[in-house]
């Protein structure tokens, strides 16, 4: 089956901003970062039910190389990326998202 893929404001927003921090961390470490962001995204758009169910209806797939949890939905053939959130956050910020 081929999905659609949607990713939030807020989840952009996420991205954006830990993009932004590698990079002031070390030159090109957000590059690295993004390229294994878009690896894990595509991995879920390839076989979105290969991940956990976690919460409710939320499935979350993890970065290897940085804490981080891509939180997503699937309803029909539509994905959505919800939140791309740090490990060590607490998790209950993006629950009633």
């Known amino acids: 089956m081929k999905y659609e893929l949607i990713i939030s404001e807020?989840?952009?927003?996420e991205i954006s901003d830990a993009y932004i921090w590698y990079n002031f961390q070390k030159v090109n470490l957000g590059e690295v970062f993004r390229t294994e962001l878009i690896n894990a995204i595509s991995n879920i758009s390839k076989n979105p039910f290969a991940f956990q169910n976690r919460y409710k209806n939320i499935r979350i797939a993890y970065l290897k190389k940085f804490p981080y949890g891509i939180h997503f939905n699937v309803k029909e053939n539509i994905i959505t990326v919800i939140?791309?959130?740090?490990?060590s956050r607490n998790p209950k910020i993006w629950e009633n998202r």
């Open 10 to 13: 807020i989840a952009e927003t």
């Open 83 to 87: 939140s791309v959130f740090h490990s």
